[in-house]
C-alpha cells in the first residue's frame, strides 16, 4: 500500500517514521492526540485525486492538515488512517486586479497571502490570531474568524471559488471570480467550513477589497466587566462598526503582560481594543468618539495608541492571550462559546458564576464585537476529578450561549471536542439532514471520520447557570 | 513490537531527566513555527520544529514512542538557538528542555566511534582545560606559520576530512602571538573582569587584545583572572552538563571578588551560558549565593560599550558614510540574553558605514557551536538560506558577535565566492577599526 503512494507522491513526500507519526498525531487541541498510519504531502491536485482513489477503494481515512494550529481536533487522525499536508502546495497563483480576487494553493500561509496582497494595495481581512502560522487552506476548512470580524466578517465571506477533489476522487469547480452567481444549491458555502469532511480544498480563489486608508487604535481599561460589556453595546448603539473590537479580562491581561512585558495594568478588571479603519476623517470621527464612550461608561483610562508600533504591539499581545494564558496552569482548554452582541455582558457574567460554582479558573477573552468569546479554563489534564468539574463546567456555558441566542463556537469549528454539542444547537432535524448531505457525499466515511458527527449526544442539562 | 532493553533504558533516562511540568507549559499552539529555522529549511517539516521536538520528548517520557534513529534525529537536528523561546507566548523554557533532553540521551546512548572521539577531544581536551587549547592553537600557529598550511591545501590533505571541515579549516583566523598591551592614559572609572573564552583567547586573540584596548581608551580597568576556563556552554549544550558545571564552579571561583563592576565576554554563546550559570547551579548550596553574584555582574561587550558611551564617540568621527554594514546576531545573546539592539546602536554610529539591517538577523547562521560539524547538511542549508539575504544587501563587512557565528558567516561568503567583496568580521574588530583606522 504505502509503496502505491510513494509512487505518487515521490519518496521525499511519504513520512512514516516513528517520529513522524507522533509528530502529526495532535494540533493546537489540549487533550486530543491520536497517531496516523502515514504522512502524505502531494504536489498536485492530480496527486490528490490519486491518492484519493485509493483511499475510497481501501476505505482508508484522510485528514487534510494545514499548520494544525486548530482548537476543535479538527486535524487530530483520531481513525487513523493518512494525514494529508500541503507544505508542497504553497504557491500565491495569481492576483487578478481587474477582478481584486487572488487565487492560491492551500498551503499558503495566511500571513503571507495578507502581506503580499497588501503590498498591491489590496486588503484581504480575515485575521485568525494564528495568522502567522496558520495557512489559507485550512481558515477555508475551519471558516476562520479573527479580530477584524467584526466589521469585514470572517472567511466564507471572501471565498469565491474553489476546487475540489471529492471522497470519490472526482476533480469538483465550484463558485468563479464573477460576482453574482445563483445557480443551484450553494455548494461553496457548504464546503468552506466543511472541516475537511467533504473533500480535499486543491485551489482557492479570494475576493479582495481596497486596502484602507488609515486606521487607529484606542485602548480603554475598566474596573468592572460590565462597565466594558455596556461600553461595547454603546459603540454599536451609536452607529459605528469598528474593525476592531476586542476584549480581555483581568487574567488575560496579566497573562498577556507576562509575555510582552508592554506595561499593561495587571489591575484593570477588564480591557477592550477598538480599532477604527477607512479615510483619515472617518477613523479620526469614529475612534474618538469610541473612546469618550468607554468613559461614560466608566472606563478608568481611555486613550489613542500613541504610534501604529503600539497599536501593533498591543494586537499581537492581544493574539497571543491564549498561549499565554497557558502559563498559569498545565493544561489550557479554550471554548468558543458565541452570542448575539447585545447578550455579552450576561455572557460574561454567567461565565465567571460558572467558574466560581465549578472552583475552577476561567479567563474569558474574545471578539467583543461580534459576540464572539472565548472562556479559557486552565486545568491539569492528570487530574480526573478536575477535568470532571472542567467538563460540566464548558457543558454549562455551552448551554446558556445557546439560552442567549448563540452557538457552540463562533469561529474555531466542531471538529472532534465539541462534536457531543453539536446537536444542542442544529436540533436533530437538523443533525439528520447535515448527516444526510455527509452521507451522500462520503458514503464510505473516509474524509476525516469523526469529526462534527458524534457517536453520541451530550445529554442537556437540567438546571444550569446564568438566567 | 519488541522493545529492547536500550529503548526501555532510554525510556527510563526521559524520565529521571526530562522535566514533565516543563513539558506540560507546551499547549502546541504553534507560535514556535515560524521562528525555527529547522522547520523552515525543511519544507515545513513538524519533527523539526519545537513543538514536534516537545512531543517527542513527552513521548518518550510517558512511552508512546520508543528510542529509534527518527526520534534521534529530530532532537540531533535542533540548532539549539533558542529562537523559539522568545516566540513563545506560553513561557515554555525550550532550551532547559533540550539540554535535559541531550542529558537523557547521553547517559545511555553508543556513540559511534567518530562522535566518541569529537567529543573526547573537544570536551575532555582542548575545552576542559584552557593550556590544552592553548596547546592546540600553537599547533595551529606553527601549521600557518610553517608553510604546511599552503602545502596541505595544495596536495589535498583535508580532503580526508567532511566536507565542512575543509571549509571551516579554510576561514581559521590567522593567530598572531601575544603582545604586550598599548599602556593605557586616561584615569580609570569602572573596573571589569574580561571573561576571555577559550576560543576567543586563542584563535581570536587578536579580538581579545582589541576589546582591552577599546575598554582601557574608555577609561577602563581590565582584570582577567587566570584560573578562569571554558564556559561550558559546548558541553551542556551536548548532553555534558555536569562536565559543562565543572568548569561552571570553577570559572565562578575565578571571578568571585568585589574589586570588579562587570564581568565583560565577547563571544554570544559564551555569555548566554555564563548568565545561564545562576539557574544551573541555584540547588548547589555552595555555590548559589557566589553565582547569583556572579550572573548579574555579566554583561556583553556591545551593552557595554553602549554604557561606556562608545557610540557617542564614534559619532564625533566624521567620514562619509561609503560601505554599507550588517549584522548577523549571536542566537544566544539575541534570545537568550535579549541583546539585540545595543549592537545595533553601535553599528549605525560607525564613521564611514551605512548600517542596513539583514533580512532574517535575528535567524540562526547554522553554526551553532559544533553543529556545523555533526550536520553538515543542514548547516549548509541554513547558511545558504542565511546568504541569500546578504547576497541581496551586498554589504562589505558582515558583523558578527560570537566566534562561531564568525567562521560561519565566513564560510558562507567563501562558498558564495564573494571573499574579495566582503569580510564577516567580529563587531570588536569593526569597531577598533572603525575607530582607529579613521582616527589616524
Not at chain 1, 111 to 116: H, I, K, M, P
Not at chain 1, 224 to 240: G, H, K, P, Q, Y
Request: some cysteine; glycine content about 8%.
Amino acid at each position: 500500500m504505502k509503496n502505491s503512494f510513494l509512487s505518487i507522491v515521490g519518496v521525499e513526500n511519504v513520512k512514516y517514521s516513528q517520529a513522524h507519526m507522533l509528530a502529526y498525531s495532535y494540533d493546537a487541541t489540549a487533550n486530543f492526540q491520536a497517531m496516523p498510519d502515514l504522512v502524505l504531502s502531494p504536489r498536485s491536485t492530480q496527486e490528490i485525486v490519486e491518492i484519493v482513489k485509493i483511499c475510497a477503494k481501501e476505505q482508508i481515512p484522510i485528514v487534510p492538515r494545514g499548520s494544525g494550529t486548530n482548537l476543535a481536533a479538527g486535524t487530530v487522525p483520531t481513525q487513523g488512517g493518512i494525514v494529508l499536508l500541503f507544505n508542497n502546495m504553497s504557491e500565491i497563483l495569481e492576483l487578478d486586479k481587474e477582478n481584486l480576487t487572488v487565487t492560491v494553493q492551500p498551503g499558503v500561509i495566511t500571513q503571507d497571502l495578507s502581506n503580499y496582497v497588501e503590498s498591491n494595495g489590496l486588503f484581504y481581512p480575515p485575521d485568525p490570531s494564528s495568522m502567522k502560522i496558520s495557512t489559507i487552506g485550512g481558515n477555508v476548512s475551519e471558516n476562520s474568524g479573527g479580530l477584524r470580524g467584526l466589521k469585514y466578517g470572517v472567511t466564507k465571506d471572501y471565498v469565491k471559488a474553489l476546487t475540489v477533489v471529492t471522497p470519490a476522487g472526482e476533480v469538483m469547480k465550484l463558485g468563479g471570480k464573477l460576482a453574482k452567481d445563483v445557480a443551484g444549491y450553494d455548494l461553496l458555502s457548504l464546503l468552506v467550513g466543511s472541516e475537511g469532511t467533504l473533500g480535499v480544498i486543491t485551489e482557492i480563489t479570494l475576493k479582495l477589497i481596497p486596502l484602507p486608508i488609515a486606521k487607529k487604535t484606542g485602548i480603554a481599561y475598566f474596573n468592572s466587566l460590565e462597565d466594558a460589556a455596556e461600553t461595547v453595546s454603546a459603540i454599536i448603539a451609536n452607529r459605528i462598526i469598528p474593525v476592531t473590537l476586542e476584549f480581555m479580562d483581568k487574567g488575560t491581561i496579566g497573562a498577556v503582560e507576562d509575555f510582552m512585558k508592554i506595561g499593561l495594568p495587571r489591575e484593570a478588571e477588564a480591557m477592550l481594543l477598538m480599532e477604527q479603519d477607512g479615510n483619515d476623517k472617518q477613523v479620526d470621527e469614529d475612534i474618538q468618539k469610541m473612546i469618550a464612550i468607554a468613559k461614560e461608561n466608566g472606563a478608568t483610562s481611555a486613550i489613542l495608541a500613541a504610534s501604529e508600533e503600539e497599536s501593533d504591539i498591543l494586537k499581537t499581545g492581544r493574539r497571543a492571550a491564549l498561549s499565554a494564558l497557558s502559563r498559569k496552569r498545565p493544561t489550557t482548554i479554550l471554548e468558543d462559546a458565541t452570542v448575539p452582541r447585545s447578550e455579552i455582558a450576561k455572557m460574561v457574567k454567567a461565565i465567571q458564576e460558572i467558574a466560581l460554582k465549578h472552583d475552577l479558573q476561567i479567563s474569558t477573552f474574545g471578539h467583543a464585537g461580534d459576540g464572539n468569546l472565548h472562556p479559557t479554563c486552565l486545568t491539569d489534564v492528570r487530574d480526573q476529578e478536575e477535568m470532571a468539574r472542567v467538563e460540566k463546567a464548558l457543558e454549562e456555558i455551552f448551554q446558556v450561549a445557546i439560552e442567549l441566542g448563540g452557538t457552540i463556537t463562533g469561529e474555531h469549528g466542531v471538529g472532534e471536542m465539541k462534536a457531543p454539542y453539536l446537536e444542542w444547537k442544529l436540533g436533530t432535524v437538523g443533525m439528520n439532514l447535515m448527516r444526510t448531505i455527509k452521507q451522500s457525499i462520503d458514503p464510505q466515511n473516509i474524509m476525516n471520520p469523526g469529526k462534527i458527527f458524534a457517536k453520541e449526544t451530550k445529554k442537556r442539562l437540567v438546571i444550569h447557570g446564568g438566567n | 513490537m519488541v522493545v529492547t532493553e536500550l529503548q526501555q533504558r532510554m525510556q527510563e533516562s526521559f524520565k529521571d531527566n526530562v522535566d514533565e511540568e516543563y513539558l506540560m507549559d507546551c499547549m502546541r499552539c504553534g507560535f514556535c513555527l515560524p521562528a525555527c529555522p529547522t522547520y523552515l529549511v525543511t519544507n515545513k517539516d513538524e519533527i523539526h520544529s519545537p513543538r514536534g521536538r516537545i512531543a517527542l520528548m513527552k513521548g518518550m517520557r510517558d512511552g508512546d514512542v520508543v528510542w529509534d534513529g527518527s526520534v534521534e534525529e529530530s532532537f540531533d537536528m535542533c540548532l539549539g538557538c533558542r529562537a523559539c523561546e522568545p516566540a513563545c507566548p506560553a513561557g515554555v523554557q525550550y532550551g532547559v528542555l533540550l539540554e535535559e533532553t541531550r542529558v537523557a540521551i547521553e547517559q545511555v546512548k553508543t556513540k559511534s566511534v567518530v562522535e566518541k572521539a569529537v567529543r573526547k577531544s573537544t570536551f575532555d581536551g582542548v575545552f576542559a582545560d584552557q593550556k590544552k587549547m592553548a596547546g592546540a592553537v600553537k599547533l595551529v600557529q606553527f601549521y600557518q606559520k610553517s608553510g604546511l598550511q599552503t602545502v596541505t591545501r595544495k596536495i589535498g590533505f583535508l580532503n580526508l576530512f567532511p566536507p565542512f571541515m575543509k571549509e571551516m579549516e579554510a576561514v581559521l583566523p590567522a593567530i598572531e602571538s601575544k603582545k604586550k598591551r598599548a599602556t593605557p592614559s586616561e584615569p580609570k572609572t569602572t573596573t571589569v573582569a574580561f571573561f576571555t573564552g577559550c576560543l576567543m583567547d586563542t584563535l581570536f586573540q587578536e579580538t581579545n587584545r582589541k576589546t582591552i584596548e577599546l575598554l582601557e581608551s574608555l577609561g577602563v580597568d581590565v582584570m582577567i583572572p587566570k584560573e578562569q576556563q571554558c564556559c561550558g556552554a559546548l558541553h551542556g549544550h551536548s548532553g555534558e552538563l555536569e562536565k559543562g558545571l565543572r568548569n561552571a564552579r570553577t570559572n565562578v571561583d575565578a571571578f568571585d571578588s568585589d574589586s570588579f563592576d562587570f564581568i565583560v565576554n565577547n563571544a554570544g554563546g559564551c555569555g548566554a551560558f555564563l548568565s545561564e550559570y545562576e539557574k544551573h547551579l541555584q540547588s548547589d548550596t555552595a555555590y548559589a549565593e557566589k553565582t547569583t553574584r556572579f550572573s548579574r555582574k555579566m554583561i556583553d561587550i556591545s551593552s557595554l560599550l553602549v554604557k561606556l558611551g562608545l557610540n557617542e564617540r564614534l559619532k564625533e568621527i566624521q567620514v562619509e558614510s561609503k560601505a554599507i554594514v550588517t549584522y548577523q546576531d549571536s542566537c544566544h545573546l539575541r534570545n537568550v540574553n535579549k541583546v539585540f539592539l545595543e549592537p545595533r546602536t553601535l553599528l549605525q554610529d560607525a564613521p564611514g558605514f551605512e548600517y542596513k539591517e539583514l533580512i532574517d538577523a535575528g535567524s540562526c547562521c547554522g553554526s551553532a557551536g559544533i553543529y556545523n560539524i555533526l550536520q553538515p547538511e543542514m548547516a549548509k542549508k541554513i547558511l545558504d538560506l542565511k546568504m541569500k539575504g546578504v547576497k541581496e544587501l551586498q554589504p562589505a563587512k558582515v558583523v558578527t558577535s560570537n566566534p562561531g557565528c564568525l567562521m560561519q558567516m565566513q564560510v558562507g561568503i567563501q562558498r558564495e565566492g564573494l571573499e574579495k567583496e566582503m569580510q564577516a568580521v567580529h563587531i570588536v574588530d569593526f569597531l577598533y577599526d572603525a575607530i582607529y583606522k579613521n582616527q589616524n
